[in-house]
């Protein structure tokens, strides 16, 4: 409603008719002062004029507790590598380190490569296998130790069955279990006819790892 209109005066016919009269700014003032003062329950802290001058008022706030069944509802974390290392997680015992326990596992590994690799045909492209070698996981696969810093193990072939940050296990067709580092350490993996060589030194990481690693292609299956 437009102020102007509340307050115009009360024209004369209306004010015999209503038996009312326009009042001053002063007098209309001093009875909404009475009206509100009288009405409005007195506050004990704070004057009418203060109270009225306020816009908000902040009450009191304290902050929600945490939901306790959240927390125990998380899982468990899983054991670190002294844990691991005392609870003898990782070795292989000596009753299962034979060649022809680990045979159908290398099976797997030759199909789960010739997908991988699409097929592994005559006409597939060394830089797209050398590609996919790259970051694919070598558990299972049969390899051989063609140059070391170390004469002794040059020659080693088996399969790899454990796979850690620096070094490879593998069981030998004599039921041996041999340790062998990756640095300074060459292998070659022959797979369909490929022989790709690997490099020791570029595959010290984690197979995890290594799979969300970025590696330069070159034009042989030198990895």
């Not at 001058?53 to 929600?64: E, I, T």
């Not at 015992?93 to 010739?114: A, D, G, S, T, V």
């Not at 004469?151 to 069955?161: K, M, W």
Request: glycine share 4%.
């Amino acid at each position: 409603m437009d102020e102007a209109l509340v307050r115009i005066r009360i024209p004369q016919d209306l004010v015999k008719l209503l038996g009312v009269e326009s009042q001053t700014s002063s007098k209309a003032e001093a009875f909404t002062q009475s009206f509100l003062k009288h009405s409005i329950q007195h506050h004990e802290r704070h004057d009418l004029k203060n109270m009225l001058s306020h816009k908000a008022v902040v009450l009191g706030y304290s902050r929600p507790k945490k939901d306790q069944s959240k927390r125990s509802s998380k899982k468990a974390k899983g054991l670190n590598a002294r844990q691991k290392r005392a609870m003898k997680i990782f070795q292989i015992k000596p009753q299962n380190q034979r060649y022809e326990l680990f045979l159908p596992l290398h099976e797997l590994w030759r199909q789960y490569i010739i997908d991988l690799c699409c097929g592994l045909k005559p006409t597939s492209s060394p830089q797209l296998v050398q590609q996919k070698l790259l970051k694919a996981d070598f558990h299972g696969a049969i390899i051989t130790v063609v140059r070391s810093k170390c004469p002794s193990y040059v020659g080693t072939t088996g399969i790899l069955v454990q796979e850690f940050k620096h070094v490879f296990k593998m069981i030998t067709k004599e039921n041996r279990l041999k340790v062998i580092p990756k640095r300074n350490s060459v292998f070659a993996v022959e797979i369909n006819g490929f022989i790709s060589h690997i490099y020791g030194s570029r595959f010290e990481q984690r197979a995890s790892e290594r799979s969300a690693k970025k590696f330069k292609v070159r034009g042989s299956l030198d990895l």
